[in-house]
């Protein structure tokens, strides 16, 4: 006869007792891994995304500020070279809306466009302009702040589709 008595009624069945049991996906929500390993995905945008977005709108802003006032002061002409000039600021600008929401492909292209402003901007502070200076600097410090590892890790987390 065996020493150990049955459970009793109310007890829950454990049918592979004393062995280590882990987080199913219904157990583990939020982690979009099911089991709760790997890297955790940031659930908030990173300061250099957030930086990166604001540099981005302020610079087009004042980009579409400067040519309106050119057209007005100077000639239409000069107001149309100062949009056509920054005119990958200005889809970047557009495309930051999206942070929170897309890719990781989106950051890539953010990071070409703005490398071609930064070609752009180099060759009008090379020609003696001035006013593409702030939009060389700008276009440099969102390249380097979406290259960030932080930033990288925000655009590549799971998100949840539908």
């Not at 979009?32 to 540099?55: D, K, L, S």
């Not at 990958?88 to 557009?94: K, Q």
């Amino acid at each position: 006869m065996s020493d150990q008595l049955p459970p009793p009624p109310h007890a829950p069945h454990h049918p592979q007792a004393g062995l280590p049991t882990y987080p199913g996906p219904a157990q583990d929500p939020g982690h979009g891994h099911g089991y709760g390993y790997g890297p955790q995905a940031p659930q908030r945008m990173p300061g250099v995304v957030r930086a990166a977005q604001i540099i981005t709108w302020v610079l087009a802003g004042l980009t579409v500020l400067g040519s309106a006032l050119a057209v007005a002061v100077v000639n239409p002409e000069t107001g149309g070279a100062a949009l056509g000039v920054n005119l990958c600021l200005l889809v970047t600008a557009g495309m930051a809306f999206r942070f929170g929401s897309v890719g990781n492909g989106i950051r890539v292209t953010c990071i070409v466009l703005m490398s071609v402003q930064i070609a752009l901007g180099l060759g009008g502070a090379a020609n003696g302009n001035p006013v593409g200076l702030l939009p060389l600097l700008g276009a440099i410090a969102v390249v380097v702040l979406l290259s960030q590892g932080a930033a990288g890790a925000w655009f590549k987390r799971p998100r949840a589709h539908g």
